[in-house]
């Protein structure tokens, strides 16, 4: 079922940070088929361009804004050819957040340089954006965090990233809870693995995806199609009394992607049996 036929974003201004690939962009697909005004922001050119004739052969009115939002000139910058072009910000969806190969690690040996990374672009600077964007929604409007379900389970090799993300959690609580009197509602959504192209590099085989669908109750993993309607629902006038929640969209699958794996490849190290003396 499209989204548009669940819920209707006419005349609503939709930002969607990293809204160019994978997950970002299966929100900024779902914003334009329901009708939404979708401003789209990324690090690279290239994929805002493809990502933006996508969008507007799906009838949508598009902007893409090349923008880091680890600067706070760029968020200003999005947010002020947002208000140029369509005169408004009605929804604002962080979606912009990862932990780069090169800065992953199990907790033990995390360098500050690592931390300081994944911290900050996860919840640093997605706090700010999300000030950025109730500042400028004049008359309320709806912001959706993007998290993940690393943020409440156990998140072994990225418990930085995880812990990141948890901060997100709770700021959402709060800023439902500050910014409510403005009318303007603040939910986060917790995605479980959901099959991007940078996550393709590491579900590159047939045995590696068939583990990963093994611990999904209903028996695949996600597309990037599959969380978009769930935000689109959250910034449309459907979920008017819906702020504050943590909504996560796993297939029914709590475990975080690397937790087994991890497991297994301690307990290759050290047996049952050893573990048991070693206590």
Same mark, same amino acid.
């Given at each position: ?8 974003? #006419? ?9 160019? !690939? ?115 929604? !004049? ?16 998140? &072994?090799?990225?418990?930085? /990233? ?28 917790? &995605? ?14 047939? #045995? ?15 597309? &990037? ?33 690397? /937790?087994?794996? /991890? ?17």
């Amino acid at each position: 079922m499209s989204a548009a036929g669940m819920f209707s974003l #006419a005349g609503k201004t939709v930002v969607v940070t990293g809204g160019a !690939k994978g997950i970002g962009f299966g929100i900024s697909l779902a914003m334009a088929r329901c009708g939404a005004q979708v401003v789209i922001t990324g690090r690279s050119a290239d994929a805002l361009g493809h990502a933006q004739s996508q969008l507007e052969a799906e009838g949508a009115q598009v902007l893409a804004v090349q923008a880091d939002l680890t600067r706070s000139d760029d968020t200003a910058r999005v947010i002020e050819q947002a208000l140029a072009r369509f005169g408004r910000i009605d929804g604002w969806v962080n979606n912009a957040g990862s932990a780069r190969a090169e800065d992953v690690g199990a907790l033990i040996d995390i360098r500050e340089d690592q931390w300081d990374r994944v911290v900050d672009l996860n919840l640093k600077w997605t706090f700010f954006a999300a000030q950025a964007a109730a500042r400028a929604m !004049k008359g309320g409007g709806a912001i959706v965090n993007i998290t993940s379900r690393s943020a409440s389970h156990a998140n &072994p090799r990225t418990g930085h /990233y995880g812990a990141a993300k948890a901060g997100v959690e709770n700021l959402t609580l709060t800023m439902a809870a500050e910014w409510g009197h403005l009318g303007i509602r603040v939910n986060a959504v917790a &995605p479980g693995v959901v099959m991007t192209d940078e996550l393709a590099t590491t579900l590159n085989t047939e #045995a590696r995806i068939r583990h990963q669908t093994e611990l999904v109750p209903l028996q695949r993993i996600g597309q &990037p199609d599959d969380v978009g309607p769930l935000c689109a629902c959250l910034v449309s006038d459907a979920a008017a009394w819906t702020s504050g929640a943590v909504i996560a969209v796993h297939g029914g699958s709590p475990v975080p992607m690397g /937790y087994v794996s /991890y497991m297994r490849q301690v307990n290759r190290h050290i047996g049952p049996m050893d573990a048991q003396r070693q206590e």
